[in-house]
């Protein structure tokens, strides 16, 4: 029991510590100043500029995405190996081979390429919104993905909100006014990361009308679209993007190559990208086992948490090491923030049904309606008290 709560207390830090290295790194990427490419406008020579590929940060958050297919195959040959065991004691082999066979789909499914267009346009808007805004506020703001996940699933899935998922989006709207209030000089990358937030809640419908009833594991979902993703952006996108004409170096709207170069002459920029990938696996794996080993409140309590650690480390950084990476506290818009924060977290749980809204009403109702209404909500409380993730995972491993 006791190395149990110790399992699960790794995959919780595990998660928290991932998910904030994943958003310190990449924001650490825009802070960086780095060599490049030959710079046509200034004779050829080699000129410092800061990194700001967005674009290109996309790729890496694929290729992170793309090695979830190794824990895919790991997982795979766990399942064949239990096959070989079932064959030998109870099942026969035509019988095994089936079972087999229906709890391992193929891995390439095109059908998968769809919500990673949407994953692509929505990470790398996200990115840009990134460059604008601190870590934090870029952190708050995706929280902001409720409502639009709330609306398009009302418009399209025909799906029914009650009044716990309107107070919810109600309260994270106003948290997101008082994060947006606190940034007004940065109103362009809020406007791109609520963009970008939108066509990610197109994602999560999406992947829900066409992936639900498919039964892929989690894996193999994200697995699959960072490989699709990581094919479209170096085949398609970023040659497109080098060959607009734009405000990067030598007059691209991105130069992914002049991104390569600035990662290799500089060490910092060269860690701060691996970090942000491996971090994007990882993130990932501990997010599924907390998936299937907790609940619904663990999973919303460790991204409230992360977002709380992102600010800490950031301000600790800037104010301890070095300003250069971290973020300050600003004396006059940093309690707006605070409160927002406060009304995003309270909003996220409403909607996500971990508060019961009706005991916020026991002043409206006497006391013996109230003690009915509570029996009757623990009766309507599903068994384990948690929402049933989208993608549904295997009962066993």
């Excluded at 790729?59 to 795979?76: N, S, W």
Aim: proline share 4%.
């Amino acid at each position: 029991m006791e190395t149990h709560n110790v399992y699960l207390v790794f995959l919780m830090l595990g998660m928290l510590i991932t998910g904030s290295i994943n958003t310190l790194s990449k924001k650490a990427q825009n802070d960086c100043i780095a060599p490049g490419v030959a710079n046509h406008s200034a004779n050829g020579t080699t000129t410092e500029h800061p990194f700001n590929h967005p674009w290109f940060q996309t790729v890496i958050m694929f290729t992170g995405e793309m090695t979830c297919l190794f824990g895919l195959c790991f997982i795979r040959r766990r399942e064949r190996e239990r096959w070989r065991k079932e064959r030998l004691v109870t099942l026969t082999e035509a019988t095994a081979a089936e079972n087999l066979l229906a709890s391992q789909p193929r891995i390439f499914q095109l059908i998968l390429s769809a919500p990673t267009i949407c994953d692509l346009f929505g990470t790398s808007l996200g990115g840009i919104g990134l460059v604008y805004v601190n870590a934090s506020v870029w952190q708050m703001l995706r929280g902001s993905i409720i409502i639009f996940t709330g609306i398009l699933s009302k418009l399209f899935l025909k799906r029914q909100l009650r009044f716990a998922h309107w107070a919810g989006m109600i309260l994270t709207m106003v948290g997101l006014i008082l994060v947006g209030i606190s940034s007004i000089p940065f109103i362009p990358g809020i406007l791109l990361i609520l963009v970008g937030q939108i066509v990610g809640a197109s994602q999560m419908i999406i992947e829900e009308v066409f992936l639900k009833k498919q039964g892929f594991h989690p894996l193999h979902v994200v697995g699959m679209e960072g490989s699709f993703g990581f094919f479209i952006m170096c085949l398609v996108v970023l040659p497109a993007m080098y060959f607009i004409p734009g405000a990067d170096i030598n007059g691209s709207y991105e130069n992914s190559i002049d991104a390569l170069y600035q990662i290799f002459n500089d060490s910092n920029l060269l860690i701060f990208s691996l970090l942000y990938l491996i971090s994007i696996a990882f993130y990932n794996f501990f997010g599924l086992a907390v998936t299937k080993s907790l609940t619904a409140v663990h999973r919303t309590l460790i991204d409230a948490c992360r977002t709380v650690m992102v600010w800490a480390v950031g301000l600790f950084i800037y104010y301890a090491f070095n300003p250069a990476y971290g973020e300050p506290f600003h004396t006059t818009w940093g309690i707006l923030q605070i409160d927002g924060f406060l009304f995003l977290i309270i909003g996220t749980c409403l909607y996500n049904e971990l508060v019961d809204p009706s005991y916020l009403m026991w002043w409206c109702q006497p006391c013996q309606a109230l003690t009915v209404n509570k029996s009757v909500a623990s009766i309507q409380v599903g068994d384990d008290g948690e929402r049933k993730p989208l993608l549904q995972e295997p009962q066993e491993e």
